[in-house]
């Protein structure tokens, strides 16, 4: 019979801490990996872009991805899964109650987390809104380094209000920082000053900062985060959908972790916390899928009978057997030095080329995502003429490559009674890179692509709204060209 519990069936890779060492002489990073499978993409021609961007409205999420050549949209569930995965999902129990493949990856999170209580949801968002209806009620306050788009959403849904409290450089494109995700320390303890221990019910810490830039957190920040919130009795909940890409860069830029293999890294920083939120979309290096998982047996409880409600029984939570087995492999996967080493170097390499030819992007690249700087692109376009936007849309028009703007479209609002717009703190343009799924040459395209619409950037203009939703508004927002 089938043990409940079985080991899980991957070898973990003992940590290298000279993965350089094992290259020899060899200096030329690669992808390490081979293709098994292809999936073709294929380019359109200028005046097709031109047919797509006019019927999207150009708002590049109601474009058909067929359309699109290099989908830097996100790299959030567009992984390449491995053949260990594929094989997973053979292996994959699809019993309602109790599936081994549900005690697998109940196995590999707490391996990885250490937490106690592990319930998988469909995606990061459901673990988000479960988390927030149990601890959140209207008039709270939840402090976080930089909260993503989903997160302030699903706090601000339970009346609650959302609070960034990145540190200085965090807000500072240019400024060249190790850690600039960190949370502003002494902010958090003068909010706590200000609102009152009991209004907040739980601290958030976002690794890596996505809407900050993809940016580490340090260790010592985790630490220093962990301690305030202990000594005034507040959770501490990491938003873990980077945390192998966030151990690696404290691997490489910390005092005192070059020689820790990145699950120690990752265990290290998940102890520090009360409970972790996960989109296994990203780090998890699965096309669907997320937990919750926390140490506190009375909101665990709550958690269960809300995910009972809408996700599903505790061991599948809106999730097929298979999903579970691909991401018990690759959280692990994820840690993989080889893995990691590549996956930060060829963002870093996408970075590092088109900035030495002067586009300005957020210093240094993040692990995920290259974040261009569109108000220094376009320093023509005022904020409130969408220079985000106006970048998007140049790149799919100049080579069929679609990004994301993480600016004014998407973190402004218009005040429903005057009409009034206002603008983001920062104007960027996300460069998302999907894990494992295309090489250097693909890179080198998206570079050329940037710096042949950086070459011809003062003839482009600003746009504007023509169609808004109330919240959420840049997936579904319609714009028009503004002047000639
Ligand atoms: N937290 C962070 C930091 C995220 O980046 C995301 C998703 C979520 C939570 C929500 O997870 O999508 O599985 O519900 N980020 C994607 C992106 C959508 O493109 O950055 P989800």
């Not at 699809?94 to 209580?117: C, H, L, M, T, W």
């Not at 972790?257 to 989109?279: C, L, N, Q, V």
């Not at 096309?287 to 505790?314: C, H, K, M």
């Amino acid at each position: 019979m089938e043990n409940n519990r079985p080991r899980a069936h991957i070898p973990r890779r003992q940590s290298h801490p000279s993965t350089a060492s094992q290259r020899g002489a060899m200096k030329t990073i690669i992808e390490p990996f081979r293709i098994k499978s292809v999936e073709p993409i294929h380019l359109t021609t200028p005046a097709e872009r031109e047919a797509r961007l006019r019927e999207a409205a150009y708002n590049v999420f109601l474009l058909k991805s067929d359309d699109v050549l290099i989908d830097l949209l996100t790299d959030s569930g567009t992984s390449a899964m491995s053949s260990e995965q594929w094989a997973g999902m053979m292996r994959g129990d699809e019993s309602y109650a109790g599936s081994p493949s549900f005690y697998r990856f109940e196995q590999a999170v707490q391996d990885i987390f250490g937490f106690k209580y592990v319930f998988p949801t469909h995606q990061g968002r459901a673990a988000e809104r479960i988390l927030f209806s149990v601890m959140c009620k209207p008039g709270d306050v939840v402090p976080s380094n930089t909260h993503f788009d989903t997160t302030r959403a699903n706090v601000e849904f339970t009346g609650a209000k959302a609070v960034d409290l990145v540190i200085p450089e965090g807000r500072q494109p240019a400024t060249i920082h190790p850690f600039k995700g960190n949370m502003d320390v002494a902010a958090l303890e003068r909010l706590i000053a200000e609102v009152g221990r009991e209004k907040i019910p739980l601290c958030m810490l976002t690794v890596t900062n996505n809407s900050g830039g993809g940016q580490p957190v340090s260790m010592a920040n985790v630490r220093a985060v962990s301690a305030v919130c202990r000594k005034h009795g507040i959770p501490l909940y990491i938003d873990a959908c980077r945390f192998g890409e966030n151990a690696w860069f404290i691997k490489l830029r910390e005092e005192g972790y070059a020689d820790k293999a990145p699950i120690d890294i990752a265990r290290e920083m998940f102890a520090h916390a009360d409970g972790a939120t996960m989109s296994a979309k990203k780090d998890g290096l699965a096309n669907i899928g997320g937990f919750i998982a926390s140490n506190d047996a009375q909101v665990a409880q709550q958690e269960r009978n809300l995910l009972i409600l809408t996700e599903g029984f505790p061991t599948y939570g809106g999730l097929a057997g298979r999903d579970l087995e691909a991401i018990a492999i690759g959280l692990r996967e994820a840690l993989d030095e080889d893995y990691l080493l590549y996956r930060i170097t060829s963002t870093t390499y996408l970075g590092r080329h088109i900035s030495a030819a002067g586009v300005p992007i957020v210093q240094p690249p993040g692990g995920h995502a290259v974040y261009i700087d569109a108000a220094a692109f376009f320093p023509h376009i005022p904020p409130a003429e969408l220079p985000g936007q106006a970048l998007v849309v140049e790149l799919y028009r100049e080579a069929g490559i679609r990004a994301v703007e993480i600016g004014t479209v998407m973190f402004g609002k218009r005040d429903p009674a005057t009409g009034q717009e206002s603008t983001a703190p920062m104007e960027l343009v996300r460069l998302a890179i999907p894990r494992r799924v295309y090489t250097q040459s693909h890179v080198d395209y998206v570079v050329e692509a940037i710096l042949n619409v950086f070459g011809r950037r003062d003839a482009v203009r600003g746009y504007r709204f023509t169609e808004q939703a109330p919240f959420l508004r840049h997936f579904t927002a319609r714009f028009a060209p503004l002047g000639g």
